[in-house]
Protein backbone atom coordinates (compact mmCIF):
# COMPACT_ATOMS: atom_id res chain seq x y z
CA UNK A 1 0.00 0.00 0.00
CA UNK A 2 1.17 3.10 -1.26
CA UNK A 3 4.63 1.66 -1.90
CA UNK A 4 4.89 0.49 1.76
CA UNK A 5 5.60 -3.27 2.56
CA UNK A 6 3.22 -4.46 5.17
CA UNK A 7 3.79 -7.41 7.04
CA UNK A 8 1.15 -9.11 9.32
CA UNK A 9 1.82 -11.49 11.97
CA UNK A 10 -0.62 -13.93 12.17
CA UNK A 11 0.90 -16.72 14.38
CA UNK A 12 1.95 -15.94 17.59
CA UNK A 13 4.89 -17.95 16.86
CA UNK A 14 7.48 -16.20 19.39
CA UNK A 15 4.92 -16.79 22.15
CA UNK A 16 4.98 -20.53 21.23
CA UNK A 17 8.53 -20.73 21.42
CA UNK A 18 8.70 -19.06 24.58
CA UNK A 19 6.33 -20.85 26.20
CA UNK A 20 7.69 -24.15 24.80
CA UNK A 21 11.34 -23.12 26.58
CA UNK A 22 9.52 -21.14 29.71
CA UNK A 23 7.15 -24.09 30.57
CA UNK A 24 9.99 -26.27 32.14
CA UNK A 25 10.50 -24.42 35.34
CA UNK A 26 8.13 -23.55 37.90
CA UNK A 27 6.81 -20.17 37.77
CA UNK A 28 8.31 -18.79 35.02
CA UNK A 29 5.74 -18.83 31.92
CA UNK A 30 3.54 -17.23 33.93
CA UNK A 31 5.84 -14.20 34.95
CA UNK A 32 6.85 -13.99 30.67
CA UNK A 33 3.72 -14.50 29.44
CA UNK A 34 2.25 -11.40 29.76
CA UNK A 35 5.46 -9.57 28.08
CA UNK A 36 5.56 -12.53 24.98
CA UNK A 37 2.07 -11.26 24.63
CA UNK A 38 2.62 -7.70 24.86
CA UNK A 39 5.27 -7.96 22.22
CA UNK A 40 2.85 -9.74 19.87
CA UNK A 41 0.37 -7.20 20.55
CA UNK A 42 3.09 -4.47 19.78
CA UNK A 43 3.42 -5.42 15.54
CA UNK A 44 -0.41 -4.60 15.40
CA UNK A 45 0.40 -0.92 17.09
CA UNK A 46 3.01 -0.91 14.61
CA UNK A 47 0.85 -1.89 11.93
CA UNK A 48 -1.53 0.59 12.41
CA UNK A 49 1.36 3.46 12.58
CA UNK A 50 2.42 2.40 9.29
CA UNK A 51 -0.76 3.05 7.86
CA UNK A 52 -1.73 5.74 9.68
CA UNK A 53 1.68 6.92 8.39
CA UNK A 54 2.02 6.46 5.49
CA UNK A 55 -1.68 7.62 4.36
CA UNK A 56 -0.60 10.77 5.94
CA UNK A 57 3.00 11.08 4.31
CA UNK A 58 1.32 10.40 0.57
CA UNK A 59 -1.03 13.99 1.83
CA UNK A 60 2.04 15.76 3.29
CA UNK A 61 4.36 14.71 0.17
CA UNK A 62 2.46 13.77 -2.89
CA UNK A 63 4.45 12.61 -5.62
CA UNK A 64 2.99 14.59 -8.54
CA UNK A 65 3.98 18.30 -6.98
CA UNK A 66 8.02 18.69 -8.05
CA UNK A 67 8.71 20.43 -4.44
CA UNK A 68 8.49 17.11 -2.82
CA UNK A 69 11.63 16.53 -4.32
CA UNK A 70 13.69 19.73 -5.23
CA UNK A 71 12.71 21.80 -2.25
CA UNK A 72 16.49 23.61 -1.72
CA UNK A 73 17.90 24.63 -5.03
CA UNK A 74 20.35 26.88 -3.06
CA UNK A 75 23.73 25.02 -4.03
CA UNK A 76 22.43 23.50 -6.55
CA UNK A 77 24.06 22.67 -9.80
CA UNK A 78 24.19 20.77 -13.49
CA UNK A 79 26.91 18.20 -15.19
CA UNK A 80 26.78 17.20 -18.33
CA UNK A 81 26.16 13.21 -18.37
CA UNK A 82 26.40 13.02 -22.15
CA UNK A 83 28.45 13.65 -25.01
CA UNK A 84 25.48 15.42 -26.69
CA UNK A 85 25.49 17.51 -23.62
CA UNK A 86 27.03 21.60 -23.78
CA UNK A 87 30.05 20.99 -21.49
CA UNK A 88 29.77 24.87 -20.78
CA UNK A 89 25.98 24.73 -19.02
CA UNK A 90 25.06 26.38 -15.77
CA UNK A 91 22.31 26.14 -13.78
CA UNK A 92 19.94 29.56 -13.32
CA UNK A 93 19.25 29.17 -9.37
CA UNK A 94 17.21 32.19 -9.80
CA UNK A 95 14.92 30.95 -12.52
CA UNK A 96 14.59 27.52 -11.55
CA UNK A 97 13.53 28.54 -7.66
CA UNK A 98 11.13 30.54 -9.52
CA UNK A 99 9.50 28.10 -11.88
CA UNK A 100 9.47 25.17 -9.39
CA UNK A 101 6.13 26.51 -8.02
CA UNK A 102 4.77 26.33 -11.93
CA UNK A 103 6.17 22.89 -12.87
CA UNK A 104 3.53 20.60 -14.29
CA UNK A 105 3.87 16.96 -14.33
CA UNK A 106 3.43 15.45 -18.30
CA UNK A 107 3.90 12.62 -19.78
CA UNK A 108 6.98 11.83 -20.87
CA UNK A 109 6.96 8.86 -23.18
CA UNK A 110 4.93 9.91 -26.16
CA UNK A 111 5.16 9.64 -29.80
CA UNK A 112 6.99 12.59 -30.83
CA UNK A 113 9.87 11.00 -28.15
CA UNK A 114 9.94 7.64 -29.52
CA UNK A 115 9.97 8.79 -32.87
CA UNK A 116 12.89 10.97 -32.21
CA UNK A 117 14.86 8.17 -30.39
CA UNK A 118 14.24 4.98 -32.97
CA UNK A 119 13.66 6.88 -36.28
CA UNK A 120 15.91 9.23 -36.43
CA UNK A 121 18.61 9.57 -39.49
CA UNK A 122 21.23 12.02 -38.00
CA UNK A 123 23.06 11.78 -34.89
CA UNK A 124 21.80 10.26 -31.60
CA UNK A 125 20.80 12.51 -29.10
CA UNK A 126 20.24 12.14 -25.31
CA UNK A 127 16.98 13.94 -24.12
CA UNK A 128 18.42 14.16 -20.55
CA UNK A 129 21.97 15.12 -21.11
CA UNK A 130 22.33 16.69 -17.96
CA UNK A 131 22.35 15.69 -14.14
CA UNK A 132 20.82 18.50 -11.39
CA UNK A 133 22.85 17.47 -8.53
CA UNK A 134 23.13 19.39 -4.61
CA UNK A 135 19.64 19.81 -4.27
CA UNK A 136 17.54 18.62 -1.29
CA UNK A 137 13.97 16.95 -0.86
CA UNK A 138 11.12 18.97 1.08
CA UNK A 139 12.34 18.40 4.88
CA UNK A 140 10.87 15.47 6.59
CA UNK A 141 10.09 13.57 2.72
CA UNK A 142 13.08 10.95 3.10
CA UNK A 143 13.01 10.83 -1.25
CA UNK A 144 15.66 9.28 -2.56
CA UNK A 145 16.27 10.47 -6.19
CA UNK A 146 18.35 11.25 -9.43
CA UNK A 147 16.90 14.31 -11.23
CA UNK A 148 17.87 14.57 -14.65
CA UNK A 149 17.35 17.94 -16.73
CA UNK A 150 16.15 17.91 -20.39
CA UNK A 151 18.63 19.16 -23.01
CA UNK A 152 16.17 22.44 -23.86
CA UNK A 153 16.36 23.29 -19.74
CA UNK A 154 12.61 23.08 -19.35
CA UNK A 155 12.18 19.48 -18.06
CA UNK A 156 12.93 17.67 -15.51
CA UNK A 157 13.03 13.53 -15.39
CA UNK A 158 12.66 12.87 -11.55
CA UNK A 159 13.77 8.55 -10.85
CA UNK A 160 12.94 7.29 -7.93
CA UNK A 161 13.21 3.92 -6.50
CA UNK A 162 9.89 3.13 -8.03
CA UNK A 163 9.39 5.58 -10.66
CA UNK A 164 9.84 7.96 -13.27
CA UNK A 165 8.32 11.51 -13.10
CA UNK A 166 8.37 14.13 -15.63
CA UNK A 167 7.81 17.49 -15.36
CA UNK A 168 7.46 20.73 -17.96
CA UNK A 169 8.44 24.43 -17.53
CA UNK A 170 7.49 27.13 -19.78
CA UNK A 171 10.86 28.59 -19.53
CA UNK A 172 14.20 27.41 -19.18
CA UNK A 173 16.45 27.86 -15.70
CA UNK A 174 19.78 26.46 -17.43
CA UNK A 175 22.11 28.93 -19.52
CA UNK A 176 24.32 28.49 -22.68
CA UNK A 177 21.68 25.35 -23.85
CA UNK A 178 20.78 25.37 -27.52
CA UNK A 179 16.99 24.25 -27.40
CA UNK A 180 15.96 21.88 -30.39
Do not use: C
Amino acid sequence: MANTIIRIAVLPLGVWVLYFVLKRKEGRWERYRKFAWLGFGANYIFLLSILVASSIGHFVYPSNHVATFVSDVKEASILSIHPTGNAKVSLNVKALNSELQTLKQSQIFDESWYEDTFYQEKARYERFPYLLMDVKPKWGSGVRSTIYVEEDGKGLLIQTPTEYLYFRSTQSFVKGSDAR
